[in-house]
């Protein structure tokens, strides 16, 4: 059979996606390898609407609940399989999962997300004490570190942006950036230095994560000599890995590998194919406007559809 849509992820996009495309009757298919998305990790969420508190494992079962609520006429899913090729046909496109199985569609969601990327085994501590005081999302975990000392670790848009967040609640941001000037744009870095509590250090290589059950500080070393700042929480923001390499040629791609959208209607450069969330190459990336701009999609998606 042919389906009218096909989505690719299990995270906020995939999810309000197919909800909204189960429920306007569109014979649609979710690839799904797990639920939850880059949150399944975090121990708490704070900013999900409608949710002050949630735990990433119980947000991802949401998501789950939700999806499978509306299984059967209209929306089949295939959970535990990857997508590994898309390829386009003359009447839609086949897509390929690593479980031998392919399907073939009229259009194609793509919500499959990103990954953060992570700090080197090398630096010790790097795993022991990841959502201990380590963490990749300060969205999800900043406020819990007001009035402390904490350090962000990267020197792009990304961590300035995350080092402008801290300091509304934080007692000091201190901004470690390896490379010999920041990255983020002139007008961010200047705005966000000249706050008395943030300082900024170059030339820095991270080597040790300093703590036993919780972050207490970090060690690095500047031309060979190793220094040691106390803190109680790292923000690590050294890039994102969209997940899109199975779109390759497909597609067009930015620098970043991340999918180019028209933002008002979500939609690729190749008709038929939209994408929302972390793999796509909108300004900002949450939950929420991940979950909101699959929503934009699927009415165009419904649009193009039925306007043939």
Same mark, same amino acid.
């Given at each position: 059979?042919?389906?009218?849509?096909?989505?690719? &992820? =299990?995270?906020?996009?995939?999810?309000?996606? $197919?909800?909204?495309? %189960?429920?306007?009757?569109?014979? @649609? *298919?979710?690839?799904?390898?797990?639920?939850?998305?880059?949150?399944?990790?975090?121990?708490?969420?704070?900013?999900?609407?409608?949710?002050?508190?949630?735990?990433?494992?119980?947000?991802?079962?949401?998501?789950?609940?939700?999806?499978?609520?509306?299984?059967?006429?209209?929306?089949?899913?295939?959970?535990?399989?990857?997508?590994?090729?898309?390829?386009?046909?003359?009447?839609?496109?086949?897509?390929?999962?690593?479980?031998?199985?392919?399907?073939?569609?009229?259009?194609?969601?793509?919500?499959?997300?990103?990954?953060?990327?992570?700090?080197?085994?090398?630096?010790?501590?790097?795993?022991?004490?990841?959502?201990?005081?380590?963490?990749?999302?300060?969205?999800?975990?900043?406020?819990?570190?007001?009035?402390?000392?904490?350090?962000?670790?990267? &020197? =792009?848009?990304?961590?300035?942006?995350?080092? $402008?967040?801290?300091? %509304?609640?934080?007692?000091?941001? @201190? *901004?470690?950036?390896?490379?010999?000037?920041?990255?983020?744009?002139?007008?961010?870095?200047?705005?966000?230095?000249?706050?008395?509590?943030?300082?900024?250090?170059?030339?820095?290589?991270?080597?040790?994560?300093?703590?036993?059950?919780?972050?207490?500080?970090?060690?690095?070393?500047?031309?060979?000599?190793?220094?040691?700042?106390?803190?109680?929480?790292?923000?690590?923001?050294?890039?994102?890995?969209?997940?899109?390499?199975?779109?390759?040629?497909?597609?067009?791609?930015?620098?970043?590998?991340?999918?180019?959208?028209?933002?008002?209607?979500?939609?690729?450069?190749?008709?038929?194919?939209?994408?929302?969330?972390?793999?796509?190459?909108?300004?900002?990336?949450?939950?929420?406007?991940?979950?909101?701009?699959?929503?934009?999609?699927?009415?165009?998606?419904?649009?193009?559809?039925?306007?043939?």
């Amino acid at each position: 059979m042919t389906y009218d849509l096909i989505i690719i &992820g =299990g995270g906020p996009a995939a999810a309000s996606g $197919a909800v909204y495309a %189960a429920r306007k009757q569109l014979k @649609t *298919l979710l690839i799904a390898e797990e639920f939850g998305g880059q949150s399944t990790v975090s121990e708490k969420i704070y900013n999900w609407i409608g949710t002050p508190e949630i735990s990433g494992s119980d947000l991802a079962k949401s998501f789950k609940d939700h999806v499978k609520y509306y299984e059967g006429e209209f929306l089949a899913l295939k959970e535990g399989q990857r997508v590994m090729k898309v390829s386009k046909q003359d009447a839609g496109f086949l897509v390929s999962t690593n479980k031998d199985e392919s399907f073939e569609t009229k259009t194609i969601l793509v919500a499959s997300g990103s990954s953060r990327r992570k700090l080197p085994e090398t630096v010790i501590n790097s795993k022991e004490l990841e959502h201990k005081g380590l963490t990749y999302c300060a969205t999800c975990d900043g406020p819990i570190f007001s009035g402390m000392d904490v350090v962000v670790l990267g &020197g =792009g848009n990304a961590g300035f942006e995350t080092a $402008a967040q801290l300091l %509304a609640y934080a007692k000091s941001v @201190t *901004l470690i950036h390896r490379g010999a000037e920041f990255k983020a744009d002139k007008i961010t870095v200047d705005k966000v230095l000249s706050n008395p509590k943030m300082k900024g250090i170059l030339n820095a290589e991270i080597t040790e994560i300093v703590g036993d059950k919780f972050v207490s500080g970090i060690k690095y070393k500047i031309n060979g000599a190793e220094e040691t700042l106390e803190a109680r929480g790292i923000f690590v923001e050294i890039g994102q890995i969209p997940n899109t390499s199975f779109l390759e040629g497909v597609v067009t791609l930015d620098d970043y590998k991340r999918i180019k959208i028209d933002p008002w209607r979500k939609s690729s450069e190749v008709s038929g194919i939209w994408a929302a969330g972390d793999c796509t190459n909108i300004l900002y990336h949450q939950n929420n406007i991940a979950a909101g701009d699959a929503v934009t999609a699927i009415e165009d998606i419904y649009m193009h559809l039925h306007t043939k």
